[in-house]
């Protein structure tokens, strides 16, 4: 651990330095119509990526300076679509790449002595970078969000490949779970509420709320941060949560509360119109064997239904599941990797391994049987798994593999449209690049060779 302490450090010390030296040695490397990159720029990316962990390689600029050219033709039609990006969602992104710079550095206290100025001025001088990628990427959503494609596309582009190309998918499988959770009664809630209320009235009568956040709370993302959360809106937080959060006023503190994940209290920071910044407090109880009884027999009996055929799984998952994620969806696991088209067929490799090694052995159609388990967060439950559907190793067909064909040909589309685009912008904006620059080949397509093309 030392070790990887001193190499980030090493790492982020270098930052520090390319900082320093651009001082001196910056300059205007590129042009594009009104706008200009310069060297200290592309330097800052190439710092952040090698402290994220990659490999140093002085080609990767080439990238960079590609990546940003791209950037500045986006903002500039940007500024004449009149798109713009809140203030709120400016602070979520440059609060998300502190806590994972924090994170490796090994606290807040060492980033800045590596960065040599306050997280503060830090975020200052990476706010108009940070504005700049999101603004560009709102308005690459905006060139393609009328994108779709049809039946006809998607067989065309299966068609267009030849057959001996086509690729090979491994054993794929559809599978459902139904979940149970134990239910605490009113008793057993008075632990964990009681340890929360002791905590809420040391705060209230003077102890610091970060503290004690991150000696007691149970919430690993914000704990180390003192309890804080970034900005949330309505529809991000769980709704007991977010109903206090926008209910109270700044610098009050909720009573205890439930949620899905535990017991909360939480204190309001900042209000910026429908956005709310807090800390809180987390406390998941522990659930007693007398709860998870209960869990256990209420499982059984819904298990011997689905069984015996008196009730169907999707309606059992649907009227007695908890988890969330698939009850809504019959039961039925998502392919995590293939959100967006809903697919339902999972590939084997990429299932938990408790998971595969329980359908691994059970025939399509079967159920295995109810047992207990702990999720991602820790909380204990018991669940059953239904194999739906299994298909082997083949070639990709339309018949089976109709869902991720379709995500491809979409996908071969966006990026069409999105280069035919560019190719357009860049013939109609004046370009110019470094000499310093002109041994990438990725960006010669970028020189426009006199000025008057920006007219």
Same mark, same amino acid.
């Given at each position: ?6 190499? !980030?450090?090493?790492? +982020? ?45 002085? $080609? ?17 039609? &940007? ?54 990628? +999101? ?13 779709? !494609? ?7 582009? /299966? ?13 794929? !499988? ?16 008075? !632990? ?8 809420? +009235?040391?705060?209230?009568?003077? @102890? ?10 149970? @919430? ?33 503190? $909720? ?35 007398? #709860?998870?009884?209960? #869990? ?39 392919? #995590? ?18 998971? /595969? ?18 999720? &991602? ?19 990709? $067909? +339309? ?8 995500? &491809? &040909? /979409? ?7 999105? *280069? ?7 013939? $109609? ?9 002109? *041994? ?16």
């Amino acid at each position: 651990m030392k070790k990887y302490i001193v190499l !980030v450090g090493i790492i +982020l010390l270098n930052i520090t330095n390319i900082y320093a030296q651009n001082k001196v040695l910056d300059k205007v490397i590129a042009v594009v119509g009104d706008n200009i990159i310069l060297k200290s720029e592309v330097d800052q990316q190439y710092a952040q990526y090698i402290v994220q962990g990659n490999t140093a390689d002085e $080609s990767t600029k080439c990238m960079f300076l590609q990546n940003m050219l791209s950037q500045k033709l986006l903002t500039q039609q &940007a500024v004449l679509d009149s798109i713009t990006v809140d203030e709120e969602d400016i602070d979520g992104e440059i609060n998300r790449r502190m806590r994972t710079m924090t994170s490796r550095a090994g606290g807040q206290d060492k980033l800045e002595e590596f960065l040599g100025r306050s997280l503060i001025q830090y975020k200052d001088e990476i706010r108009p970078e940070i504005q700049e990628q +999101l603004v560009a990427q709102k308005m690459q959503a905006k060139i393609t969000e009328k994108v779709e !494609v049809t039946p006809l596309e998607v067989k065309r582009f /299966f068609d267009a490949f030849p057959k001996d190309s086509l690729p090979e998918f491994g054993t794929e !499988v559809e599978i459902g779970e139904l979940v149970v959770y134990p239910e605490l009664n009113k008793k057993e809630k008075e !632990v964990p509420k009681d340890k929360l209320e002791a905590l809420r +009235l040391r705060i209230k009568g003077g @102890d610091s709320f970060a503290t004690l956040a991150r000696l007691y709370s149970q @919430d690993p993302g914000s704990a180390r941060e003192g309890g804080e959360l970034p900005f949330f809106d309505r529809q991000t937080m769980a709704k007991e949560f977010t109903s206090w959060a926008f209910k109270l006023k700044e610098g009050e503190i $909720s009573p205890v509360f439930e949620t899905e994940f535990g017991f909360h209290f939480l204190e309001v920071i900042e209000r910026r119109g429908e956005q709310v910044r807090a800390r809180h407090i987390l406390i998941i109880p522990e659930v007693p064997v007398e #709860a998870l009884e209960r #869990a256990r027999v209420e499982i059984d009996s819904t298990y011997r239904k689905v069984k015996e055929g008196k009730l169907d799984f999707s309606t059992a998952a649907s009227l007695f599941s908890d988890e969330n994620e698939t009850k809504y969806n019959g039961g039925m696991m998502l392919n #995590a990797e293939n959100v967006q088209s809903r697919t339902t067929f999972i590939p084997t490799d990429r299932l938990d391994p408790k998971v /595969f090694l329980t359908i691994d052995t059970m025939k399509v159609g079967t159920y295995s049987t109810p047992a207990v388990f702990s999720d &991602a967060r820790g909380k204990m439950g018991y669940k059953f798994l239904y194999l739906k559907s299994k298909i082997p190793p083949h070639k990709a $067909s +339309l018949e089976q593999d109709l869902p991720k064909i379709k995500d &491809a &040909a /979409f996908e071969d589309k966006i990026n069409k449209t999105v *280069s035919l685009w560019f190719e357009k912008r860049r013939k $109609s904006t004046y370009v110019k690049i470094d000499k310093d620059y002109s *041994s990438c080949d990725i960006l010669k397509e970028w020189i426009t060779e006199t000025p008057t093309a920006a007219k």
